[in-house]
């Protein structure tokens, strides 16, 4: 980007801000258009900063900036609206969200499909009551959603050494970088053996049906292991509270 261009109009969500200096703050941003990135928001920690009140997490903000290097320089910041406020178990399943894309995404490089997952995900949470089936569906979908666009689709509903249909009644083991293959091709010693997974479990997470609560469990441990490998031992601090309040 040039040192002289200015982006307007971009609709954008804060994942995270931290201060920088006495008065500013470091914010990463997620864009439609321009993707994971960090702007400068200058003088927003001053008590009368028109930014005070409008630079929330999970809200659709119109943002637009300029300057080159790594850090670009905020211009403005719009509240759109739209989206009541998280509180209670969807704010903490917006922070996992929201430290999913910091730590998988790289900077500058857009996903307007994700982003799209990422708005309605947020929307879906902010008007589902707590603990709803709606919480783990919409989280599948996102989750799905984000290892397609890293590059990492998942195989569903065709078996990965023999590219057979799956078939609801079969066990399967899913191989990261392959996919399901049939639970009696592994012996009990084996280390490609992975957790069992029933094929009606990967048929349904293909087409986001969650009303089997086995499902509703399979796949959630079938997201939980893939997402840990893709990040490669980071850990993830959000799930980390979210296991602590719910054993308080």
Known sequence: MSGK???DGQVAYILHSYP????????DVFSRDH??????????RRPRSALRGVLQAFQPLE??????GEVRTLAKAEWLGGTPLLGGTALM????????????LVREDAHSALFEAYAATLQALSQA?????SHAARLRLFEKTLLRELGYGLVLEREAMTDEAVLPDINYHYLIESGPVKADAFSENDPSRKQTIRGKTLLDLARNDYADPR?????????????NHHLAGQPLQSRRVFMELQEL
């Open 5 to 7: 261009q200015r982006i």
């Open 215 to 227: 499902t509703l469990a399979e796949s959630k441990a079938l997201m939980r292991m893939l997402i």
């Open 93 to 104: 399943l917006g922070y996992y969200l929201n430290e999913l894309l910091l730590k998988l």
């Open 35 to 44: 993707g994971r990135m960090p702007l400068l928001a200058r003088g927003a």
């Open 63 to 68: 943002m637009g900036w300029f300057g080159g």
């Open 20 to 27: 920088y200096s006495e008065s500013s703050l470091i914010l």
């Open 129 to 133: 009551e707590a603990g709803s089936e």
